[in-house]
C-alpha cells in the first residue's frame, strides 16, 4: 500500500498594482486613435457616413473595449512569489506562465520606469540571469515596493552567488 501524496502547497502570489491598466490604456488609444480618424475623414469625403464606415467605426469600438477588457485581467493575474530560494513570476490569462529565477543565478537587478509609469508612481523590476533566455520582469509594482524587491533580490542573489 502506498502512502498518500501531500496535497500541493498553495503559492500566495503578490500582485502588481491596478494602476498599471492605465499605464497600457494610453497605448491602446494611440493604436485605435488612426483608424477612427480615417474612418471620419472618409465619412467627410464622401459628404455622410456609409453603412461600411458605420461598421469600421463599431468594429473598432469593439476591438478597443475587448483589449481594455483583456489588459484589465492580464493584469489581474500578474504576480510574483518570493520563495526561500527562487522568485516566481506568474502571467497570462489563456496563455499561462510561471517563470523560476533561482536566486544564485541572477547576475543583476534592475528598476525602470518610464514618463507614464512615473507619472502613476509604478516601476519595473528586471531579473537578468547567466542566460538571456530566463531574463524576467515585474511591471506595475508601486516604486518603493520595486525598490525594496531590487535590494531584497540582489542581497539574496549575492548571497547564493557567494555559496558557489
Known sequence: MTSPQPPPTRIDFNPVS???????????????LPTVIALIVLGVIFAGFRPWMWAGL??????????????VRQVRRLGYAERADDLLIRRGILFRSTTVVPF???QFVDVKSGP??????????ELHTASASTDASIPGLPAAEADRL???????????????
Open 116 to 125: 507614464i509609469d512615473r507619472m502613476l508612481g509604478l516601476a519595473t523590476v
Open 150 to 164: 531590487r535590494d531584497a533580490l540582489a542581497a539574496r542573489g549575492e548571497a547564493r552567488l557567494a555559496g558557489l
Open 58 to 71: 463599431g468594429l473598432s469600438l469593439v476591438i478597443t473595449v475587448w483589449t481594455a477588457i483583456v489588459i
Open 18 to 32: 491596478p494602476k498599471l491598466v492605465w499605464a497600457h490604456l494610453p497605448g491602446l488609444v494611440l493604436w485605435m
Open 104 to 106: 544564485g543565478r541572477m
